[in-house]
């Protein structure tokens, strides 16, 4: 299932049985930014760990926190928030920018989050070391509200899955 858009920004996820355990539920996760999946596959992904990594953005995203300029370019952007969000030391480890989840961090591939205004945020991403930084501007709470429907769905998915495994 594809929670938001697809044309602008969604969140894909759907559980495959085949690749799950009674105790481990898997399936694929995926970002679709302009109809296009983010690093060119579906990612198989442990859902439990995804759930609590995708919850954990949320207060986040709800925060909307401004670090950049809006007239930086994209791979200035990115740069800046890559390391503000990664520093060298682990102390004072800040990562409130980071919207990758497991899988997606996994396979390199970064994505972060800004709010450039009262009305637009952007999302700068790169598929890998050496690929071009990628930009999307979209209205303000597009992601927050992709994230919550994801986020409520996977919670449902997860808890009835829970119920079968019971009887």
């Not at 926190?65 to 200035?76: F, L, P, T």
């Amino acid at each position: 299932m594809i929670f938001g858009n697809p044309d602008l920004f969604g969140i894909c996820v759907e559980p495959i049985e085949t690749w799950s355990t009674e105790e481990i539920r898997n399936g694929v996760m995926c970002f679709v930014l302009q109809n296009r999946i983010i690093g060119g596959n579906f990612f198989r992904s442990t859902l439990g760990p995804e759930l609590i990594r995708m919850k954990s953005i949320i207060p986040s995203l709800r925060e909307g926190k401004r670090e950049i300029s809006s007239e930086w370019s994209a791979a200035d952007a990115f740069a800046h928030l890559k390391n503000l969000s990664f520093p060298e030391t682990e102390e004072g480890e800040y990562r409130s920018h980071v919207i990758s989840t497991w899988s997606l961090m996994d396979a390199g591939i970064d994505v972060f989050h800004e709010v450039l205004s009262d009305k637009d945020e952007r999302i700068l991403y790169s598929e890998g070391e050496g690929k071009p930084i990628g930009e999307l501007i979209l209205p303000l709470n597009t992601v927050l509200d992709v994230f919550q429907s994801a986020v409520a769905e996977m919670e449902a998915t997860l808890k009835d899955s829970e119920g079968r495994e019971g009887t």
